[in-house]
């Protein structure tokens, strides 16, 4: 690991160091390399900060990190690792600006200038208040306890703030105006608390944790929803209570300090409620612990609300039984997985279709509709590839789905709706992992569910949920890739030689659409196996009458010689620039960009999303290891077979990589080209008005 | 409760067939003969309701015999499946019954099943193809059971063999699944003529001659109907209609350009696209087709015919043929004895408790008897069927036979290789060798037979 990265670093020093990465290495750099392009178009809009500043922060506790004498210094390292895919379990495709405040761990004084407009104010005012102005923030949070999030925030900063004064009386009384008018205004507040007492420890706990060896998937997944929901505790409230929700406890005095004030809080906070003296504590165990139950249901609710189920991590065993057991599939799962990618999903390739196909007239409460079978089927057997065939396929599915669909009894079509959708797509998981785009998609649907009127018949709700999807596959696939190849058709002039990857589906229309244009240009088409999805394109352009070149990724050094652009497709583009798609694509770009021919990626915006990721180990989907090992048509290439026998083989089979921003040069959206820092301005701008409403 | 996955079942429970003579007479339509003592067509219907298929349609030619099958079902499976009976005239095409209920198909696919099926093949899994492939046929194969006899029936003599059994000829493309030639062995003469411009479409084809057409269709339902509207002269399933929609799918291409769409198959029905989005821009640059056939454009769906060959382990066979039926009453009677029910004894045999057997009696391994059967003191009853109260004597040797019920079968016969029907009566000592006795047949005493098909009509 550590050589490769070292190996990147020497052939591009601009990439920025931030995934596995020793801390040692990232001193030097303090100042991580922020693309001034991310700050520059919007700047004061701090409302949704650019993800790339996310890094800034971590850096410096990394570095201090490093400076304490920690017994184990793994864990810190990976809350580094792990911190910037925390954003990665937010709903796919939504943009959600309280989320992305919740992702990014700036300080206050950037925020809370114009922060969300019930949470920071207060708070604003609240760090400058004064003991005595203790009573005038009890009206105060009267007014605002209508919020939920606005009043927490507010509570548990004045709490904290009461805390560190040491001044009870008088915010005892604060609480108890506030107690006795606004009490369900503040139940989430204390619900947040506990949240947020909770979770320094569960970000303290993992110190004495890394003793044995390593910390499992799961424990660390706890860890980090822990401090997720910390996050969202935290928010609103100052610099320092964020830092340190954010995981980073290298600071022995910052992390004990506002941990033992939470404590504090904690168990203050009955007592305020209970017998209305100064913080002491002896006989307030029994309310606490009813006022936790309580208070832990709320949370409960709460993160449930603010923190979609995390992606599944298929390590953890639990889990998987569980799901397991709600799956229509039987699947077994593969042996022999590789290590570093065991989170992913893999299974038996092979044990999944027979099962699927015995239960293809099944009744079972788990029976999908007949189309969104049908395309799992497609997806499973790979009949239906790429990102927009999947996504539209899925959608044609749901779109025939809701057409059949009637509420039943006793039931609400929102709800009922959306929670059939929810099967189906877990069905469709089962089948194939879905793609983000397809994310983005199913989150397009299901905000136009929960947006339905509710006076609105059942009749008139599935018409307009089907002319949204129409809309959606018009709009955002359709003429988004009409206006992709427009844009993209400028940049091919005559004796260009152009290169591409694999088969992306826009690329192959630019190409054709130049073609029709009687642009005079040559195609040298890289394709890799196992797939070997070039030869498709290579196939539809010969037939076109194109002048093509096909070759093999282990060509690329010596193809790219003489190319004049690179057109490539993409499953993603992510808010920090990185391009998410078909495995090779880093190399070429890679390459493309070590000779300095200019990448262009094709990427329609709706597969766009704010996630930040860095490698492509965190998300990415494992293919069929028995791919590699067999070669078509050569029956003499035989030495792996039978390789799952074998303990020290591993075989991986990967589907997708991350190309950093820095490899590319510009992205072709139907928004016209951008540089791939300008990936969270689109972001922000198209998706404050999106498709939704 | 619509049909459940969209797919309708049409049973072609046939009528009277010339194949079967003389085991199929009027009191015992096809679809009734015995195979290890249940009517063939129960093979069928359970092997629907085991996949959950319980809404079927079972097509009978002829007044009577649909009525004989009726009543059976209705006695057999009442209130397990959901049977309509629906009788045609006799001597009509199989293409032609189908015609005869297309009126009642409505989902979009149908799964049509010959009623003379013994399969364990998982249906779903056709469906399943079907679907996938969004298919126009699906036909399904199995490894022919003649390619491994067929040697075997040339060797023992042509006496023995009424006709080899039909070989199909079947076109494969590389990947084995789609269907890209077919003919019954019975059509070709001595050429196969398979068509240039076929090959050119798909660059490579395998012919399969070890494959069999098992009778089991799923067809889209909306092409289904066109087609037989349109095209009055088919008549058959298996000779009109499949090589005609695989010939018309040659014509389109998978991979050649799907714009000639004004064929007589031609133009799928634009079903439900009320919603569908039009492009009102003239410009648009289509998505290209072959990343979602049939998806955004419904009216290009190409017509694909697709196969699902039944895996190695599974058993498929038609009762079409004397020859096969003695087969597959062996088969049933051995390995297959699962698909019965019944449960098997110690010596790998079925026999009814209520059967009675004399002393000094062997029934070997993988025999059959039914309920209420006698059989006399020192018979040898070897790999045979015995049917429901049959009256056998003493000393008789049954082998390689399949006796249907109530017949009675004097002292001192001896059965080899023949199929004896209901109520036949077997005098002291008749020998019968590869015989097939029609039903009520009385055969006198000290006859021998050998390699005849005996039955009234042919006496009277």
Redesign the interface.
């Known amino acids: 690991m550590e050589t490769r990265r070292g190996a990147r670093m020497v052939i591009d020093p601009k990439v920025r160091q931030v995934g596995f990465v020793t801390p040692g290495s990232e001193l030097g750099r303090p100042a991580a390399p922020e693309p001034p392009g991310a700050a520059a178009p919007v700047p004061v809009v701090a409302n949704s900060p650019s993800p790339v500043i996310i890094p800034l922060l971590l850096i410096p506790d990394t570095s201090s990190l490093r400076t304490t004498p920690l017994p184990v210094p793994s864990p810190p390292s990976r809350r580094v690792v792990a911190a910037p895919p925390a954003d990665d379990s937010m709903p796919l495709g939504s943009y959600n600006p309280s989320d992305a405040i919740l992702g990014s761990s700036q300080g206050s004084s950037e925020r809370t200038g114009n922060n969300d407009k019930h949470g920071s104010a207060p708070t604003d005012s609240l760090a400058d208040m004064s003991l005595s102005n203790a009573s005038t923030l009890a009206i105060r949070l009267e007014g605002l306890n209508v919020t939920n999030d606005g009043i927490s925030n507010v509570l548990s900063t004045s709490t904290v703030r009461s805390a560190v004064a040491a001044a009870p009386t008088s915010v005892e009384h604060a609480f108890q105006t506030s107690s006795g008018q606004g009490i369900i205004g503040s139940v989430p507040a204390v619900s947040v608390d506990m949240a947020a007492a909770a979770n320094p420890q569960a970000g303290i706990d993992p110190r004495p944790m890394p003793l044995k060896d390593r910390t499992s998937k799961a424990e660390r997944r706890a860890i980090q929803e822990a401090q997720r929901a910390a996050k969202a505790a935290a928010k609103g409230v100052g610099t320092d209570i964020a830092a340190i929700a954010d995981g980073n406890v290298a600071n022995e005095v910052k992390s004990s300090k506002p941990s033992s004030q939470k404590k504090g809080l904690s168990e203050k906070k009955p007592a305020v409620f209970s017998d209305k003296k100064p913080v002491v504590s002896s006989d307030k165990k029994p309310v606490v612990s009813s006022d936790k139950k309580s208070a832990e249901k709320a949370s409960e609710k709460d993160k449930r609300k603010d923190i979609p189920a995390p992606r599944m991590q298929f390590d953890d065993e639990q889990r998987v039984a569980k799901a397991k057991r709600r799956s229509l599939i039987e699947q077994t799962e593969a042996k022999n997985r590789v290590e570093l990618f065991r989170h992913l999903p893999q299974f038996l390739h092979g044990t999944q279709l027979p099962s699927l196909e015995s239960k293809f007239f099944h009744e079972d409460p788990l029976h999908p509709h007949p189309s969104v079978f049908q395309v799992g089927l497609q997806y499973l057997t790979r009949e239906i590839v790429g990102g927009n065939a999947r996504c539209i396929a899925m959608l044609m599915a749901f779109r025939d789905m809701i057409n059949d669909y009637s509420t039943p009894m006793e039931k609400t079509l929102v709800r009922d709706l959306t929670a059939k959708i929810n099967s189906h797509v877990s069905f469709l998981i089962t089948c194939r992992p879905i793609s983000i785009s397809m994310g983005n998609a199913i989150k397009f649907l299901k905000t136009r569910i929960a947006s339905l009127p509710v006076t609105v018949s059942e009749f008139e709700a599935k018409h307009s949920l089907i002319l949204e999807i129409d809309r959606f596959i018009q709009e955002k696939i359709v003429f988004a890739d009409n206006e992709i190849v427009k844009h993209a058709v400028t940049k091919i002039r005559d004796g260009d030689v152009l290169l591409t990857h694999g088969s992306s589906c826009v690329v192959e229309m630019i190409l054709v659409r130049a073609f029709e244009l009687g642009k005079k240009f040559q195609v040298v088409v890289i394709d890799s196996r196992p797939r070997l999805e070039g030869k498709g394109l290579l196939r539809r352009l010969l037939g076109k009458g194109l002048h093509c070149t096909y070759t093999h990724i282990n060509a690329a050094s010596y193809a790219m010689q003489g190319v004049t652009r690179v057109f490539l497709g993409a499953a993603s583009v992510l808010s920090n620039g990185t391009v998410y798609s078909r495995v090779g694509t880093a190399c070429v770009a890679m390459v493309a960009h070590a000779l300095g021919v200019p990448v262009m990626i094709c990427c329609e915006t709706y597969k766009f999303h704010e996630r930040v990721q860095l490698d492509s180990i965190c998300s990415n989907e494992l293919g069929d290891p028995d791919a590699l090992v067999e070669v078509h048509g050569r029956k003499d290439v035989y030495s792996l077979r039978g390789w799952a026998d074998s303990k020290h083989l591993h075989v991986l089979n990967l589907m997708y990589d991350a190309t950093p921003a820095d490899y590319v040069s510009m992205i072709i959206t139907e928004l016209g080209m951008v540089p791939p820092t300008s990936v969270p301005v689109i972001l922000r701008e198209y998706r404050k008005v999106p498709y939704v409403m | 409760m619509g049909p ?4 309708q079942v049409v049973v072609l429970a046939g009528g009277m067939s010339k194949k079967l003579f003389p085991l199929v007479s009027k009191d015992v339509p096809k679809a009734l003969l015995p195979v290890g003592n249940r009517p063939v067509l129960s093979y069928v219907l359970e092997l629907l309701e085991a ?3 319980k809404d079927l349609i079972v097509v009978v030619a002829g007044e009577d015999a649909a009525v004989r099958v009726g009543g059976w079902i209705t006695e057999a499976y009442d209130g397990r499946l959901h049977v309509e009976v629906a009788a045609v005239s006799e001597d009509i095409g199989t293409a032609d019954a189908l015609r005869a209920v297309l009126h009642r198909l409505v989902v ?1 696919d149908v799964l049509v099943v010959s009623g003379d099926i013994v399969s364990d093949v ?4 056709i ?3 079907h ?3 969004r298919a126009v046929l699906t036909a399904m194969l199995c490894s022919s059971p003649s390619a491994s006899t067929a040697e075997a029936i040339s060797s023992t003599g042509k006496d023995k063999a009424k006709k080899p059994s039909p070989i199909d000829i079947v076109g494969l493309d590389t990947s084995h699944q789609h269907l890209l030639f077919l003919a019954s062995g019975t059509q070709v003469d001595k050429d196969v003529k398979i068509r240039r411009s076929l090959i050119r479409v798909v660059d490579q084809m395998e012919i399969h001659m070890d494959l069999m057409d098992a009778h089991l269709y799923a067809f889209n339902r909306a092409i289904l109907q066109e087609v037989l509207e349109l095209c009055q002269g088919i008549k058959s399933i298996k000779q009109d209609l499949v090589p005609y929609l695989v010939r018309s799918q040659s014509k389109f291409g998978a991979i050649a350009s799907g714009d000639t769409q004004t064929e007589a198959v031609g133009k799928t029905p634009n079903k ?1 696209d009320s ?3 039009q ?1 009102p821009m003239q410009d ?2 289509p ?2 087709q ?3 056939p049939g ?2 454009h419904p009216a290009s769906l190409e017509l694909t015919c697709c196969v699902y060959i039944a895996s190695e382990g599974k058993y498929c066979s038609r009762v079409n043929s004397i020859q096969t039926y003695g087969d597959i009453n062996r088969d049933v009677a051995g390995e297959l004895v699962f698909l019965t029910g019944y449960t098997v004894s110690n010596q790998n045999n079925v026999i009814h408790p209520t059967a009675e057997i004399g002393s000094k009696t062997t029934v070997g391994p993988q025999c059959m008897v039914g309920d209420g059967s006698k059989l006399g003191d020192k018979c040898s009853v070897k790999k045979s069927i015995v049917g429901r109260h049959c009256r056998i004597g003493s000393n008789v040797k049954i082998i390689n036979s399949v006796v249907m019920n109530h017949v009675t079968v004097e002292d001192g016969c001896l059965i080899q290789g023949s199929v004896i029907c209901s109520n036949v009566h077997l005098q002291e000592r008749a020998n019968l060798k590869d015989c097939q006795v029609g039903a009520g047949y009385i055969i006198t005493a000290n006859s021998e037979h050998k390699a005849e098909a005996l039955s009234k009509r042919e006496k009277s």
């Open positions: 459940i996955m969209k797919f996949n959950n298929l979009d998982p249906l779903g899994a469906a399943a193809a679907r996938r492939k439900d919603g569908q989005p492009t648009i640059v998505l290209p072959h990343i979602l998806v955004l």
